[in-house]
Protein backbone atom coordinates (compact mmCIF):
# COMPACT_ATOMS: atom_id res chain seq x y z
CA UNK A 1 0.00 0.00 0.00
CA UNK A 2 1.43 3.58 -0.31
CA UNK A 3 1.97 5.48 2.04
CA UNK A 4 2.55 9.34 1.85
CA UNK A 5 4.09 11.69 3.80
CA UNK A 6 3.68 15.16 4.18
CA UNK A 7 5.91 15.71 7.54
CA UNK A 8 9.10 14.51 8.32
CA UNK A 9 10.17 12.91 5.04
CA UNK A 10 14.09 12.66 6.22
CA UNK A 11 13.58 10.74 9.33
CA UNK A 12 10.39 8.44 7.80
CA UNK A 13 13.17 7.85 4.53
CA UNK A 14 16.56 7.19 6.91
CA UNK A 15 14.47 4.60 8.82
CA UNK A 16 13.77 2.98 5.59
CA UNK A 17 17.33 3.23 4.63
CA UNK A 18 19.24 2.40 6.85
CA UNK A 19 20.14 2.11 10.95
CA UNK A 20 22.15 5.49 12.02
CA UNK A 21 25.61 4.31 12.82
CA UNK A 22 26.41 6.83 16.06
CA UNK A 23 29.97 7.29 17.30
CA UNK A 24 30.23 8.39 20.67
CA UNK A 25 31.40 11.94 21.36
CA UNK A 26 34.72 11.56 23.39
CA UNK A 27 37.92 11.52 23.67
CA UNK A 28 39.91 9.16 21.03
CA UNK A 29 42.98 8.70 23.09
CA UNK A 30 41.58 8.81 26.65
CA UNK A 31 38.35 7.45 26.34
CA UNK A 32 37.12 9.09 29.49
CA UNK A 33 34.95 11.99 29.47
CA UNK A 34 35.60 14.59 26.68
CA UNK A 35 36.95 18.12 27.05
CA UNK A 36 35.32 18.91 23.77
CA UNK A 37 31.25 19.24 23.62
CA UNK A 38 29.36 19.07 20.50
CA UNK A 39 26.81 21.76 21.18
CA UNK A 40 25.10 21.91 17.43
CA UNK A 41 26.29 20.73 14.49
CA UNK A 42 24.56 19.49 10.68
CA UNK A 43 24.54 20.07 7.34
CA UNK A 44 21.85 21.93 5.07
CA UNK A 45 21.32 21.52 1.17
CA UNK A 46 22.53 24.52 -0.96
CA UNK A 47 21.87 22.18 -3.99
CA UNK A 48 22.46 22.52 -7.11
CA UNK A 49 25.31 24.73 -5.89
CA UNK A 50 26.69 22.52 -2.97
CA UNK A 51 26.40 21.09 0.79
CA UNK A 52 26.96 23.57 3.76
CA UNK A 53 28.25 21.68 7.14
CA UNK A 54 27.88 23.76 10.61
CA UNK A 55 29.38 23.27 13.76
CA UNK A 56 29.06 24.92 17.81
CA UNK A 57 32.23 23.51 19.53
CA UNK A 58 33.16 24.00 22.76
CA UNK A 59 36.08 23.12 24.14
CA UNK A 60 38.38 23.39 27.18
CA UNK A 61 41.55 22.63 25.05
CA UNK A 62 43.38 24.34 22.42
CA UNK A 63 42.42 23.29 18.86
CA UNK A 64 44.38 23.55 16.08
CA UNK A 65 41.52 22.16 13.77
CA UNK A 66 37.89 20.79 13.02
CA UNK A 67 37.33 18.52 10.13
CA UNK A 68 33.99 17.36 8.59
CA UNK A 69 34.34 13.69 7.69
CA UNK A 70 31.45 12.35 4.79
CA UNK A 71 30.24 9.83 2.96
CA UNK A 72 27.96 9.99 -0.19
CA UNK A 73 25.14 6.81 -0.78
CA UNK A 74 27.48 3.77 -0.83
CA UNK A 75 31.05 5.13 -2.97
CA UNK A 76 33.89 3.69 -1.58
CA UNK A 77 35.54 7.17 -1.01
CA UNK A 78 35.60 8.98 2.13
CA UNK A 79 36.10 12.33 2.13
CA UNK A 80 36.92 14.89 4.20
CA UNK A 81 38.18 18.56 4.54
CA UNK A 82 38.01 21.26 7.48
CA UNK A 83 35.77 23.92 8.70
CA UNK A 84 36.50 27.74 8.40
CA UNK A 85 36.89 28.57 12.32
CA UNK A 86 38.01 31.77 13.81
CA UNK A 87 41.82 31.34 15.29
CA UNK A 88 41.44 32.63 18.38
CA UNK A 89 41.81 30.83 22.13
CA UNK A 90 38.44 31.32 22.79
CA UNK A 91 36.61 27.94 24.12
CA UNK A 92 33.55 28.66 22.12
CA UNK A 93 34.18 28.07 18.15
CA UNK A 94 31.49 28.23 14.88
CA UNK A 95 32.92 27.03 11.86
CA UNK A 96 30.98 26.30 8.79
CA UNK A 97 32.33 24.43 5.57
CA UNK A 98 30.71 24.38 2.42
CA UNK A 99 31.21 21.97 -0.94
CA UNK A 100 30.46 22.86 -4.41
CA UNK A 101 28.38 19.86 -5.86
CA UNK A 102 27.95 21.82 -9.14
CA UNK A 103 30.98 20.39 -11.48
CA UNK A 104 30.95 16.99 -13.08
CA UNK A 105 33.53 16.22 -10.72
CA UNK A 106 32.03 16.95 -7.38
CA UNK A 107 28.48 16.34 -8.67
CA UNK A 108 26.05 14.76 -5.63
CA UNK A 109 22.73 13.90 -7.01
CA UNK A 110 19.39 14.82 -5.10
CA UNK A 111 18.27 11.92 -2.78
CA UNK A 112 21.56 11.08 -2.00
CA UNK A 113 22.20 9.81 1.31
CA UNK A 114 25.17 11.63 3.08
CA UNK A 115 26.70 10.11 6.49
CA UNK A 116 29.16 12.62 8.49
CA UNK A 117 30.89 13.16 11.59
CA UNK A 118 32.83 15.46 13.05
CA UNK A 119 36.85 15.49 14.14
CA UNK A 120 38.47 17.49 16.62
CA UNK A 121 42.17 18.04 16.47
CA UNK A 122 43.79 19.13 19.65
CA UNK A 123 47.26 21.05 19.90
CA UNK A 124 47.63 18.21 22.44
CA UNK A 125 48.19 15.67 19.76
CA UNK A 126 44.10 14.29 20.70
CA UNK A 127 41.40 13.89 18.69
CA UNK A 128 37.54 13.85 19.69
CA UNK A 129 34.58 12.35 17.41
CA UNK A 130 31.36 13.71 17.16
CA UNK A 131 28.25 10.91 17.22
CA UNK A 132 27.98 10.59 13.03
CA UNK A 133 24.71 11.35 11.32
CA UNK A 134 23.01 10.69 8.18
CA UNK A 135 20.94 13.05 6.08
CA UNK A 136 19.38 13.55 2.55
CA UNK A 137 20.92 15.44 0.01
CA UNK A 138 17.28 17.21 -1.48
CA UNK A 139 17.12 19.66 -3.81
CA UNK A 140 17.18 23.19 -1.83
CA UNK A 141 14.76 24.83 -4.69
CA UNK A 142 11.58 23.19 -4.32
CA UNK A 143 9.50 22.22 -1.27
CA UNK A 144 9.41 18.21 -1.32
CA UNK A 145 6.34 15.85 0.12
CA UNK A 146 6.51 12.09 -0.90
CA UNK A 147 5.09 8.76 -1.39
CA UNK A 148 6.79 5.61 0.05
CA UNK A 149 5.80 1.75 -1.71
CA UNK A 150 7.78 -0.73 -0.38
CA UNK A 151 11.70 0.14 -1.20
CA UNK A 152 10.68 2.88 -3.33
CA UNK A 153 10.31 6.87 -2.04
CA UNK A 154 9.32 9.32 -5.11
CA UNK A 155 9.98 12.89 -3.66
CA UNK A 156 7.63 15.68 -5.70
CA UNK A 157 6.64 19.08 -5.49
CA UNK A 158 3.54 20.97 -6.25
CA UNK A 159 0.16 19.08 -7.92
CA UNK A 160 1.57 15.76 -9.01
CA UNK A 161 0.87 13.65 -5.78
CA UNK A 162 -1.88 11.01 -7.95
CA UNK A 163 1.34 11.09 -10.66
CA UNK A 164 4.11 10.25 -7.65
CA UNK A 165 1.68 7.38 -6.27
CA UNK A 166 1.37 5.53 -9.95
CA UNK A 167 5.32 6.22 -10.39
CA UNK A 168 6.43 4.84 -7.05
CA UNK A 169 3.59 1.55 -7.32
CA UNK A 170 4.98 1.15 -10.92
CA UNK A 171 9.08 1.54 -10.00
CA UNK A 172 8.47 -1.31 -7.49
CA UNK A 173 6.90 -3.41 -9.65
CA UNK A 174 9.91 -3.12 -12.07
CA UNK A 175 11.98 -3.59 -9.17
CA UNK A 176 10.08 -6.89 -8.63
CA UNK A 177 9.90 -8.34 -12.53
CA UNK A 178 13.42 -7.37 -12.58
CA UNK A 179 15.69 -8.33 -9.37
CA UNK A 180 15.27 -12.54 -10.38
CA UNK A 181 15.90 -11.15 -14.17
CA UNK A 182 19.63 -9.91 -13.07
CA UNK A 183 20.25 -10.46 -9.44
CA UNK A 184 20.40 -7.44 -7.85
CA UNK A 185 19.07 -7.02 -4.48
CA UNK A 186 15.73 -4.66 -3.86
CA UNK A 187 15.98 -4.26 -0.03
CA UNK A 188 18.15 -1.48 0.07
CA UNK A 189 15.32 1.99 -0.60
CA UNK A 190 15.63 3.96 -4.06
CA UNK A 191 15.07 7.46 -4.22
CA UNK A 192 13.25 9.27 -6.82
CA UNK A 193 13.30 12.31 -7.53
CA UNK A 194 10.33 13.83 -9.65
CA UNK A 195 10.85 16.77 -11.47
CA UNK A 196 7.56 18.81 -13.37
CA UNK A 197 9.77 20.71 -16.15
CA UNK A 198 12.84 20.46 -18.13
CA UNK A 199 13.82 23.83 -16.71
CA UNK A 200 13.90 22.08 -13.11
CA UNK A 201 15.52 19.31 -14.52
CA UNK A 202 18.56 21.07 -16.04
CA UNK A 203 19.00 22.70 -13.15
CA UNK A 204 19.62 19.20 -11.49
CA UNK A 205 21.25 16.69 -13.60
CA UNK A 206 25.04 16.35 -14.24
CA UNK A 207 26.59 19.67 -15.06
CA UNK A 208 27.31 19.90 -18.75
CA UNK A 209 27.38 22.86 -21.18
CA UNK A 210 24.89 25.56 -21.91
CA UNK A 211 24.73 24.41 -25.19
CA UNK A 212 23.99 21.05 -25.45
CA UNK A 213 21.43 21.89 -21.64
CA UNK A 214 19.59 23.72 -24.27
CA UNK A 215 19.78 21.65 -27.27
CA UNK A 216 19.00 18.32 -25.34
CA UNK A 217 16.03 17.16 -22.79
CA UNK A 218 17.31 14.81 -20.18
CA UNK A 219 14.02 12.33 -19.45
CA UNK A 220 15.84 10.34 -16.68
CA UNK A 221 19.35 9.43 -14.77
CA UNK A 222 20.30 6.63 -12.46
CA UNK A 223 23.34 6.69 -9.96
CA UNK A 224 23.97 3.37 -8.32
CA UNK A 225 26.12 4.17 -5.50
CA UNK A 226 23.78 6.52 -4.58
CA UNK A 227 21.02 4.68 -4.98
CA UNK A 228 18.99 7.67 -6.55
CA UNK A 229 17.19 8.47 -10.28
CA UNK A 230 15.53 11.23 -11.19
CA UNK A 231 12.59 11.73 -13.59
CA UNK A 232 11.55 13.79 -15.46
CA UNK A 233 7.15 14.33 -15.10
CA UNK A 234 5.58 12.88 -18.25
CA UNK A 235 4.16 10.65 -20.32
CA UNK A 236 6.97 8.47 -20.76
CA UNK A 237 8.20 9.03 -16.71
CA UNK A 238 6.79 5.54 -16.12
CA UNK A 239 8.82 4.10 -18.86
CA UNK A 240 12.06 6.36 -17.46
CA UNK A 241 11.88 5.09 -14.10
CA UNK A 242 11.84 1.25 -14.61
CA UNK A 243 14.51 1.56 -16.98
CA UNK A 244 16.79 3.70 -14.57
CA UNK A 245 15.96 1.22 -11.92
CA UNK A 246 17.33 -1.33 -13.96
CA UNK A 247 20.28 0.15 -14.13
CA UNK A 248 20.64 0.07 -10.58
CA UNK A 249 20.11 -3.57 -10.01
CA UNK A 250 22.91 -4.34 -12.71
CA UNK A 251 25.22 -1.86 -10.97
CA UNK A 252 24.22 -3.87 -8.02
CA UNK A 253 23.92 -7.28 -9.55
CA UNK A 254 27.68 -6.69 -10.76
CA UNK A 255 29.25 -4.44 -7.92
CA UNK A 256 29.24 -1.67 -10.15
CA UNK A 257 31.57 -3.56 -12.70
CA UNK A 258 32.79 -1.63 -15.32
CA UNK A 259 32.66 -4.42 -18.27
CA UNK A 260 28.80 -4.62 -18.51
CA UNK A 261 28.74 -3.96 -22.73
CA UNK A 262 26.20 -1.19 -24.02
CA UNK A 263 23.78 -4.07 -25.68
CA UNK A 264 23.98 -5.54 -22.63
CA UNK A 265 23.36 -2.91 -20.33
CA UNK A 266 20.66 -1.16 -22.12
CA UNK A 267 18.54 -4.16 -23.59
CA UNK A 268 18.10 -5.11 -20.05
CA UNK A 269 17.28 -1.86 -19.24
CA UNK A 270 14.83 -1.14 -22.09
CA UNK A 271 13.54 -5.15 -21.15
CA UNK A 272 12.43 -3.56 -17.93
CA UNK A 273 10.78 -0.80 -19.24
CA UNK A 274 6.96 -1.16 -18.18
CA UNK A 275 5.89 1.41 -20.91
CA UNK A 276 8.21 0.02 -23.39
CA UNK A 277 7.09 1.54 -27.43
CA UNK A 278 7.69 0.22 -30.65
CA UNK A 279 10.03 2.83 -31.98
CA UNK A 280 13.54 0.41 -31.14
CA UNK A 281 11.93 -2.73 -33.23
CA UNK A 282 11.31 -0.16 -36.14
CA UNK A 283 15.29 0.37 -35.85
CA UNK A 284 16.20 -2.79 -35.50
CA UNK A 285 14.15 -3.82 -38.42
CA UNK A 286 15.71 -0.97 -40.37
CA UNK A 287 19.71 -2.34 -38.95
CA UNK A 288 18.41 -5.90 -40.54
CA UNK A 289 16.87 -4.96 -43.61
CA UNK A 290 19.57 -2.88 -44.59
CA UNK A 291 22.54 -4.96 -43.76
CA UNK A 292 23.29 -2.62 -41.27
CA UNK A 293 22.36 -4.44 -37.91
CA UNK A 294 25.85 -4.27 -35.42
CA UNK A 295 27.30 -7.08 -34.07
CA UNK A 296 27.55 -7.73 -30.28
CA UNK A 297 31.01 -7.16 -30.30
CA UNK A 298 30.77 -3.82 -32.04
CA UNK A 299 28.36 -3.02 -29.42
CA UNK A 300 30.52 -2.69 -26.02
CA UNK A 301 30.08 0.71 -26.24
CA UNK A 302 27.26 3.05 -27.81
CA UNK A 303 28.40 3.32 -31.69
CA UNK A 304 29.47 6.65 -32.97
CA UNK A 305 26.34 6.99 -35.54
CA UNK A 306 23.00 8.12 -34.19
CA UNK A 307 20.75 5.91 -36.27
CA UNK A 308 23.41 2.41 -34.81
CA UNK A 309 22.97 3.43 -31.41
CA UNK A 310 19.38 3.02 -31.62
CA UNK A 311 19.54 0.48 -33.53
CA UNK A 312 21.55 -0.73 -30.69
CA UNK A 313 19.04 0.04 -27.87
CA UNK A 314 16.98 -2.15 -30.46
CA UNK A 315 19.27 -4.90 -30.79
CA UNK A 316 19.52 -4.92 -26.97
CA UNK A 317 16.36 -5.21 -26.18
CA UNK A 318 15.44 -8.10 -28.77
CA UNK A 319 18.80 -10.30 -27.86
CA UNK A 320 17.72 -10.00 -24.01
CA UNK A 321 14.59 -10.79 -24.52
CA UNK A 322 15.77 -14.49 -26.34
CA UNK A 323 18.37 -15.19 -24.06
CA UNK A 324 16.00 -14.69 -21.26
CA UNK A 325 12.88 -17.12 -23.15
CA UNK A 326 15.38 -19.26 -24.15
CA UNK A 327 17.58 -19.92 -20.99
CA UNK A 328 15.79 -18.74 -17.99
CA UNK A 329 15.99 -15.62 -15.50
CA UNK A 330 18.71 -17.58 -13.73
CA UNK A 331 21.06 -18.08 -16.36
CA UNK A 332 20.74 -14.19 -17.49
CA UNK A 333 21.89 -13.24 -13.14
CA UNK A 334 24.51 -15.81 -13.64
CA UNK A 335 26.09 -13.94 -16.71
CA UNK A 336 25.85 -10.89 -14.62
CA UNK A 337 27.66 -12.48 -11.82
CA UNK A 338 30.52 -13.46 -13.43
CA UNK A 339 30.53 -10.28 -14.92
CA UNK A 340 31.14 -8.70 -11.18
CA UNK A 341 33.82 -11.00 -10.50
CA UNK A 342 35.95 -9.58 -13.68
CA UNK A 343 35.15 -11.60 -16.23
CA UNK A 344 34.95 -9.96 -19.96
CA UNK A 345 31.82 -10.39 -21.67
CA UNK A 346 32.81 -12.75 -23.76
CA UNK A 347 34.32 -15.62 -21.12
CA UNK A 348 30.81 -14.49 -18.92
CA UNK A 349 29.36 -16.06 -21.75
CA UNK A 350 31.59 -19.60 -22.18
CA UNK A 351 31.14 -20.04 -18.66
CA UNK A 352 27.16 -19.38 -18.16
CA UNK A 353 26.33 -20.30 -21.82
CA UNK A 354 28.53 -23.09 -22.86
CA UNK A 355 28.90 -21.27 -25.89
CA UNK A 356 30.77 -18.00 -27.10
CA UNK A 357 29.45 -15.05 -28.07
CA UNK A 358 29.38 -15.18 -31.26
CA UNK A 359 27.58 -18.61 -31.20
CA UNK A 360 24.86 -17.14 -28.89
CA UNK A 361 25.01 -13.57 -31.20
CA UNK A 362 24.13 -16.17 -33.89
CA UNK A 363 21.01 -17.53 -32.47
CA UNK A 364 19.55 -14.46 -31.59
CA UNK A 365 20.03 -13.56 -35.14
CA UNK A 366 18.35 -16.46 -36.18
CA UNK A 367 15.43 -15.85 -34.38
CA UNK A 368 14.78 -12.12 -35.56
CA UNK A 369 15.70 -13.30 -38.96
CA UNK A 370 18.78 -11.61 -39.42
CA UNK A 371 22.12 -12.44 -41.15
CA UNK A 372 24.48 -14.75 -39.53
CA UNK A 373 27.85 -12.67 -38.41
CA UNK A 374 30.67 -14.15 -39.93
CA UNK A 375 33.78 -13.21 -38.16
CA UNK A 376 36.36 -11.90 -40.86
CA UNK A 377 39.41 -13.80 -41.56
CA UNK A 378 42.78 -12.45 -40.51
CA UNK A 379 44.37 -9.74 -42.66
CA UNK A 380 46.94 -11.67 -44.68
CA UNK A 381 50.36 -10.10 -44.25
CA UNK A 382 51.21 -10.42 -48.24
CA UNK A 383 50.79 -8.33 -51.12
CA UNK A 384 47.63 -10.37 -52.89
CA UNK A 385 44.75 -7.81 -52.54
CA UNK A 386 41.80 -9.02 -50.04
CA UNK A 387 38.54 -10.76 -51.69
CA UNK A 388 35.54 -8.84 -51.77
CA UNK A 389 33.98 -8.71 -48.51
CA UNK A 390 30.32 -10.97 -48.67
CA UNK A 391 27.44 -8.98 -46.63
CA UNK A 392 27.05 -11.44 -44.05
CA UNK A 393 30.97 -9.65 -42.94
CA UNK A 394 28.73 -6.89 -41.82
CA UNK A 395 31.34 -4.49 -43.19
CA UNK A 396 29.74 -0.95 -44.67
CA UNK A 397 28.06 -2.27 -48.02
CA UNK A 398 28.38 -0.27 -50.95
CA UNK A 399 25.53 1.38 -53.07
CA UNK A 400 26.68 -0.88 -55.73
CA UNK A 401 26.23 -4.03 -53.16
CA UNK A 402 23.08 -2.47 -52.34
CA UNK A 403 21.50 -2.20 -55.61
CA UNK A 404 22.61 -5.53 -57.37
CA UNK A 405 20.94 -7.06 -54.13
CA UNK A 406 17.45 -5.32 -54.99
CA UNK A 407 17.93 -3.28 -52.03
CA UNK A 408 17.70 0.92 -52.23
CA UNK A 409 18.68 1.99 -48.66
CA UNK A 410 19.88 5.80 -48.51
CA UNK A 411 20.78 6.70 -44.85
CA UNK A 412 19.11 8.44 -42.63
CA UNK A 413 20.30 12.10 -42.33
CA UNK A 414 22.08 11.92 -39.24
CA UNK A 415 20.91 14.59 -36.94
CA UNK A 416 23.30 16.62 -34.83
CA UNK A 417 22.07 14.83 -31.72
CA UNK A 418 24.93 12.91 -30.06
CA UNK A 419 24.36 9.11 -29.52
CA UNK A 420 23.62 8.45 -26.16
CA UNK A 421 26.45 7.05 -23.87
CA UNK A 422 24.05 4.42 -15.05
CA UNK A 423 25.15 4.27 -16.21
CA UNK A 424 26.45 6.93 -16.45
CA UNK A 425 24.18 7.22 -17.61
CA UNK A 426 22.17 6.57 -20.00
CA UNK A 427 16.85 9.78 -21.82
CA UNK A 428 13.64 7.32 -21.47
CA UNK A 429 12.14 5.14 -22.92
CA UNK A 430 11.79 5.73 -27.29
CA UNK A 431 8.87 7.48 -27.94
CA UNK A 432 6.11 6.15 -30.67
CA UNK A 433 6.68 7.89 -33.80
CA UNK A 434 4.36 10.06 -33.64
CA UNK A 435 5.36 11.02 -30.62
CA UNK A 436 7.89 14.04 -29.88
CA UNK A 437 11.15 12.36 -28.45
CA UNK A 438 14.46 13.86 -27.17
CA UNK A 439 17.41 12.91 -27.36
CA UNK A 440 20.52 12.24 -24.61
CA UNK A 441 23.78 11.32 -24.51
CA UNK A 442 24.29 8.45 -21.99
CA UNK A 443 27.95 8.47 -20.08
CA UNK A 444 30.41 5.30 -20.14
CA UNK A 445 28.80 2.50 -19.43
CA UNK A 446 29.98 1.21 -16.34
CA UNK A 447 28.30 -1.60 -15.34
CA UNK A 448 25.14 0.06 -15.15
CA UNK A 449 26.16 2.17 -12.82
CA UNK A 450 24.46 4.71 -14.93
CA UNK A 451 26.02 6.20 -12.31
CA UNK A 452 30.00 6.87 -12.09
CA UNK A 453 29.06 10.54 -13.22
CA UNK A 454 25.50 9.36 -13.74
CA UNK A 455 23.38 7.74 -16.80
CA UNK A 456 21.03 9.33 -18.63
CA UNK A 457 17.77 8.16 -20.14
CA UNK A 458 17.76 5.66 -22.67
CA UNK A 459 18.19 7.34 -26.60
CA UNK A 460 15.74 8.84 -27.85
CA UNK A 461 14.88 9.10 -31.93
CA UNK A 462 14.84 12.49 -33.17
CA UNK A 463 11.39 13.36 -34.96
CA UNK A 464 13.06 13.30 -38.31
CA UNK A 465 15.20 9.80 -37.53
CA UNK A 466 12.09 8.44 -36.35
CA UNK A 467 9.98 8.77 -39.64
CA UNK A 468 12.95 8.23 -41.67
CA UNK A 469 13.54 4.71 -40.21
CA UNK A 470 10.09 3.41 -41.18
CA UNK A 471 9.63 5.42 -44.65
CA UNK A 472 12.78 3.48 -45.66
CA UNK A 473 11.76 0.71 -43.69
CA UNK A 474 8.66 0.71 -46.06
CA UNK A 475 10.59 1.59 -48.84
CA UNK A 476 13.33 -1.37 -48.62
CA UNK A 477 10.63 -3.72 -48.21
CA UNK A 478 8.04 -2.15 -51.03
CA UNK A 479 11.43 -2.56 -53.72
CA UNK A 480 11.79 -5.87 -52.83
CA UNK A 481 8.35 -7.09 -53.20
CA UNK A 482 8.88 -5.52 -57.06
CA UNK A 483 12.47 -7.25 -57.37
CA UNK A 484 10.87 -10.39 -56.32
Excluded at 72 to 98: A, C, H
Excluded at 369 to 374: E, H, S
Aim: charge should be negative; aromatic fraction near 8%; hydrophobic fraction near 40%.
Amino acid sequence: MTIRARKSFLSLFLLLAVAALSVTAGSVASGQSSPVEFIEFGMESQFPEGVRFFAEIESSVEVEDVRVIFDVGDRNVTQYNYLDIPRTNQSLIDGELFVNTNTPERYIPPGALIKFQLEVLGTNGESYLSERKEELLLDARFEWEMVIDGPVTVFYHGPVQSRAETLAEKTREGLELMSPVTGGEIDTPIAVMLYNNNAEMIEAVVPRSATISRELVTEGQAFGDENTVLVLAGRSDIGTATHEITHILVDRATNGAALVPFWLNEGLAEYGNLDQTVSYTRFLEWGVGTGRLPTFRSLNRPPGDPNLTLVGYGSGRSAVDFMVTEFGEEKMAELLGALGTGLPIQAAVQVVYDMSLDDLENQWRTSIGADLYIAPSPTPTSSVPSPTPTPNTLLPLTLEQITAAGRVTPTPEPQATPSPLAGEGEVTPLPQVDETPVVDSDQAVTGGSCSAAGRNGPAQATPILGISAVLLLGMWRSLRRRVS
